[in-house]
């Protein structure tokens, strides 16, 4: 994984995601799921490209299934954009690197 992405558990998620000033693009994701393992060169890529200008995180959904559940994870992998601690907008799939990018360049 790249060093400009940063992997949270229930324990860091409060100081890495809540309480963070600025863009973080949280992926919850697990192991066992294909389409997470699609998109992760994906996200590694946007880390690089967006380093100093967004935060990006990778949390397990089973081992944190409560926090799975506060937002309401039903899917994944899901992609979460906070902006200054508070959930902005939601991606759920694989979906092109484009089109996160045009979530990211609107909320920075």
């Known amino acids: 994984?790249?060093?400009?992405?940063t992997n949270v558990n229930a324990?860091?998620?409060e100081k890495e995601v809540v309480q963070s000033s600025g863009v973080v693009m949280v992926d919850f994701w697990a192991t066992w799921c294909g389409p997470c393992r699609t998109i992760a060169p994906t996200i590694e890529e946007l880390?690089?490209?967006?380093a100093?200008?967004?935060k990006f995180v990778k949390i397990n959904t089973d081992e944190n299934?409560?926090?799975?559940?506060?937002?309401?994870i039903t899917g994944i992998p899901t992609l979460i954009f906070f902006k200054d601690g508070k959930p902005k907008d939601q991606v759920v799939g694989a979906v092109p690197k484009?089109?996160?990018?045009?979530k990211l360049d609107t909320l920075i």
């Open 1 to 5: 994984m790249s060093e400009n992405i």
């Open 98 to 102: 484009a089109h996160l990018k045009t």
């Open 52 to 54: 100093g200008k967004a």
């Open 65 to 72: 299934p409560d926090l799975a559940s506060r937002y309401k």
């Open 47 to 50: 880390a690089k490209e967006y």
């Open 11 to 13: 324990e860091s998620w």
